[in-house]
């Protein structure tokens, strides 16, 4: 095998990885067990003789005998075999192991990547939601959990990847959402990245189908299982290589919901092996097709902040909508001097970190003043104390804090800092400075809604008044 045909290899292998993630200061060190395609089972392969992997973790402070052993299972993969669609298949090669570290930038327009931005990522999105059959339905959601493609995460250098990957190989947007179809459910995520590495040799395990597309271009498609701890999962997976350099990984599993660490799978796939090959093959996904003309961007994600949101239960649509519904009708009896927004003011959607909060944020313009308005409600608040400024501790913020006849109290708060963006390779720009202000108002209840406005010097935020306006709607309560 060439040079060339083992680095195609690798890079094809890494995107069906099982990874681990976890935050460091400085970046994301991402870690990859390199692993084959399970096979699909059959009635001549069992779990007695899958290939498996089996962990026993031992921290300092817990005894041996109290760590539980882990153990991830997935059908062996027979060789000699023959494989619908490949010429000739080549035997599973052992598993590898290497970790890298993202850059940590949350952009669309990434210059290393000219064919993707935010109005690429809308034409995506909206192409595989419209490409799902009729009688599948999106879980609500948050939009990142709704199939709406995100920035691009790349690695932050090339330094540290093993020979043959290169950033383009390894940098991808995702989509993904939990999907019902009856009594089928189950998650699918969708990776569309761009390479110029050729399509890889079939290799026995890893695929059970290869389809050539009337263009040149090449699907591996996939049916599986894994084992966790005894669990099984099923899996069905499609990767497109494009003739253009396109790269779409479509994988679909059967665990719509987790309970801690507890994985509930419903025992059925909701998508055929067909229309994930429909899906990878839309030719809105090909890195080449550029977004149609005056295709909106996404709007900015928005996040709850972090606080105790105790026994308050997850948000439905039915909420948003409402809510919505009261957020434009009160932005259309604004008092004259209000900013002008960017998109209508309706569009509240799950927080990105907590399913118990709605939020939004909007870029805001008064006359050549820009601003961002961000606004979260959520329930099950404790009504704020005011804050005795005679403490030591006291830093003074909030700056006041009101109390309503209705029992209601309002925080006022502003603060100046710093904000440091980092560039695409890796490195600080420089500072610019900005002015928050925000009010926050707690009801009896415990709906809590918060409204700030953060603008960079010489640029003002909105006015208390204008934010207290907002945030004092009647209405958007969380029942």
Known sequence: M????TDSKRAEKWTFALTVVSLIAGGTVVAGLVDRWSSSPSD?????????????????EIPAEDVPEFSYVTPSAVYPTTIPGCEKVEAP?????FSYILDGSDTYDDPRFPWFSSAKAAAMSEAVKQALPKDVELKF???SRSLQFG??????????LPEGWTIEDLASTDASATILRGEASGGLSVSVNSSKAPVPPCIAGSLVERRSLADGSVVDVQDSWSEINGQRTLSRSAFLYGIDGTRVHAYLDDTADRVGAEVQASGALPL???ELVSLVSLPQLRITTPAPPGTAPLSPGCHGIPRDSGDVAELDRATIERLNAVLEVRWRAVPPGFPILDTGPGTLTVAENDKSTACQRLLTRTGDSESTLNMTITGGQPLPTEPNKYD???D???LEVVTRPDGSVIERDERNYATVPMTNDGSKAESTQETSRSVVVTRPNGTQVSVSSSAAIPNDPMTFAQLEFLATTEGLEIR
């Not at 060439?2 to 045909?5: A, L, M």
């Not at 001549?44 to 300092?60: E, H, L, N, Q, R």
């Open 396 to 398: 003074g913020h909030p």
């Open 44 to 60: 001549d392969i069992s779990v007695a003789a899958s290939s498996s992997i089996t962990m026993t973790s031992t921290p300092d």
């Open 272 to 274: 055929t092996i067909d």
């Open 2 to 5: 060439s040079k060339e045909q």
């Open 151 to 160: 920035p691009i995460s790349a690695p932050s250098t090339s330094d540290e």
């Open 141 to 143: 959601a948050s939009p």
């Open 93 to 97: 090669e052992e598993d590898s192991f």
């Open 392 to 394: 030591p501790s006291y």
